[in-house]
């Protein structure tokens, strides 16, 4: 499979296509329909015989963690592989290269909201198991019923959630709030 690395508004009709029939019959939807941020997200597919068969994108997040330690965070989402492809290894070839990729572009973290998180953990993500606290203007508030999944990606990164095992007395995250789903 090759992989490309495409900017929303980069993505020709013919690939904007393709992943829109991807997403549709995964997700019900495409990812630029409803959420003006996601024209400034980057795609990653992956590809075979010329078709687009397996996708993900990431948007910029920063993600304070620990109250002070401002983490530039990839925030993957619309992670899909062709419905007759699927079960080949694709999508584990797809997020191996994400992460690859991520570190070598200077992202800390990357994070996601799994629909099953036993697919990511075979990956090597992990899961986050402070709060979760979005910021909107001047308040902040718990957003508790919400799961995420991380992977390091730099060694501070690393290291910082190896204490999150040990210590648990201040295990937050908090980022800014955004149109649609929170995380
Ligand atoms: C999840 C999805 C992207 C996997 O794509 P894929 O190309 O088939 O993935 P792979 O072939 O690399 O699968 C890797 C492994 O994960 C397993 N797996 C796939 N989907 C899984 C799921 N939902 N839950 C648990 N395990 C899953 C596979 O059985 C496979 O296991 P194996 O390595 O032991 O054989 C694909 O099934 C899909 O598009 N699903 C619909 C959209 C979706 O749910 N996306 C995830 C959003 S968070």
């Not at 996601?38 to 997040?61: F, N, P």
């Not at 390091?152 to 955004?178: F, G, M």
């Amino acid at each position: 499979m090759q992989f490309k690395i495409i900017a929303a508004q980069d993505l020709d009709k013919l690939q904007r296509q393709q992943i829109a029939e991807l997403c549709f019959t995964a997700f019900d939807e495409d990812p630029w329909g409803q959420y003006a941020f996601m024209q400034t997200a980057s795609h990653l597919v992956g590809i075979l015989d010329e078709k687009i068969v397996s996708h993900a994108l990431w948007t910029d997040r920063v993600f304070t963690i620990h109250s002070n330690n401002q983490v530039k965070t990839a925030y993957v989402e619309y992670v899909t592989t062709d419905e007759m492809m699927r079960g080949k290894g694709l999508a584990s070839q797809l997020l191996r290269y994400l992460i690859d990729a991520l570190t070598t572009l200077g992202y800390e973290l990357a994070a996601l909201q799994p629909e099953d998180d036993a697919f990511y953990k075979k990956l090597g993500w992990i899961s986050w198991l402070g709060d979760l606290y979005i910021k909107q203007n001047t308040s902040t508030y718990l957003t508790d019923e919400h799961e995420i999944l991380l992977y390091p990606l730099s060694v501070k990164l690393k290291e910082l959630l190896s204490q999150h095992n040990t210590d648990t007395a201040d295990d937050a995250i908090c980022t800014d709030w955004r149109e649609g789903e929170l995380w």
